[in-house]
């Protein structure tokens, strides 16, 4: 019933823009947090980006300078805005949210990114 529906990933080439959504939908309760991981062939997930209920963001060292979360708190909605994007962002892109009093994590189903020429 709990969804993290995710949109905006695809084949883009390098030094491009993608923005990825997810908008989180069910019973999810009150969202405290929302962010962006990624994980590569190979390598461990890590963290892209994160935004807090107030507003407070964070980033991973990655894609820092390059990229920005934002947020439609009324639409349960949180944005990463990609740019200057390199072949070794290529990734799946796994939307995560973490909500209500004690803090249950949810996770999207991830969506394919490809920086390639």
């Known amino acids: 019933q709990v969804q993290l529906v995710e949109s905006g990933g695809g084949l883009v080439q390098p030094g491009g823009s993608l923005r990825l959504s997810c908008a989180a939908s069910?019973?999810?309760?009150?969202?405290?947090?929302m962010a962006w991981y990624r994980q590569a062939p190979g390598k461990e997930r890590e963290l892209v980006a994160s935004?807090?209920?107030?507003?407070?963001?964070n980033y991973g060292d990655s894609l820092k300078g390059r990229v920005t979360i934002f947020r439609d708190t009324a639409k349960n909605t949180v944005y990463l805005q990609m740019n200057s994007l390199k072949p070794e962002d290529t990734a799946v892109y796994y939307c995560?949210?973490?909500?209500?009093?004690?803090?249950?994590?949810?996770w999207g189903q991830g969506t394919q990114v490809t920086v390639s020429s």
């Open positions: 935004i807090f209920s107030g507003g407070t963001t």
């Open positions: 069910g019973s999810i309760g009150r969202i405290n947090v």
């Open positions: 995560n949210a973490r909500a209500g009093v004690g803090w249950a994590t949810y």
